[in-house]
């Protein structure tokens, strides 16, 4: 089955600053690779997802980057703020409507103004 | 967008006790929702996927005579933790994606999750 890895397991930035996490799978035939963000108490929130047709996908300060070749995929922040702070989850999936996200284990980062 | 809706947010009760939770999507139908379970500081472990009208799929390890899955309608499944015990103590997320179709460009979305604590 698909296994997700996930780097770093804390960061922390200055406000301002930018972040990197990085993610690996091993599951050739996932195609659909989200990323969400968990604050303390709730539920994982989505914030960005890229599909393995593109290699690349940014929303405002966030982007993704896609190899598929390589089976990794990366979420970068811009500008970060403190309210970027939170525990923030990859995951890999077959885009099957009946098929389940598989998590990396989670970053939590930290930014400091 | 999307909602996925949980309940209850949180409970507390006796070992022994048999806990239910509620997991709805508010605007869409979904066909599989899938439950979760999360322990303090740790990722998220699929604990089963529930299809409306069938039987749950459970995944290695999890006992489905513990974990009881009901997905009656295409808006609602809930999972009943049977004599739970101090161990199930844990934040249990579901999740649902919108669309029936074998292949849908929809995301998951995820409820907020249920903490549950057995004394």
């Known amino acids: 089955g698909e296994n997700v890895e996930q780097h770093p397991s804390t960061l922390s930035v200055q406000e301002g600053d930018s972040a990197v996490i990085k993610c690996t799978y091993s599951d050739s035939a996932s195609n659909y690779f989200p990323w969400y963000k968990q604050e303390l108490g709730k539920g994982p929130q989505l914030i960005i997802d890229?599909?393995?047709?593109?290699g690349e996908k940014k929303d405002q300060r966030i982007a993704v980057t896609l190899n598929k070749t390589a089976k990794h995929f990366s979420l970068h922040i811009t500008e970060t703020q403190p309210e970027d702070s939170a525990v923030y989850f990859c995951?890999?999936?077959?885009?099957?409507?009946?098929?389940?996200?598989?998590f990396g284990k989670g970053t939590t980062l930290s930014v400091s103004s | 967008g999307a909602v996925v809706s949980q309940h209850p947010s949180w409970v507390i009760c006796k070992s022994g006790t048999s806990v239910k939770i509620e997991c709805r999507s508010l605007d869409f139908q979904a066909t599989t929702m899938f439950w979760y379970r999360q322990f303090p500081k740790q990722s998220l472990m699929l604990m089963a996927t529930s299809n409306e009208g069938s039987k749950a799929t459970y995944e290695q390890g999890v006992e489905k005579d513990k974990f009881l899955i009901n997905h009656a309608s295409l808006t609602l499944s809930t999972l009943t933790v049977t004599s739970a015990h101090p161990e199930d103590s844990s934040f249990y997320i579901c999740?649902?994606?919108?669309?029936?179709?074998?292949?849908?460009?929809?995301?998951?979305?995820f409820g907020d999750g249920t903490r549950l604590s057995i004394l």
């Open positions: 890229i599909r393995s047709n593109v």
């Open positions: 995951a890999a999936s077959r885009s099957q409507a009946g098929t389940a996200l598989i």
């Open positions: 999740s649902a994606r919108d669309g029936g179709q074998v292949y849908s460009n929809q995301p998951q979305h």
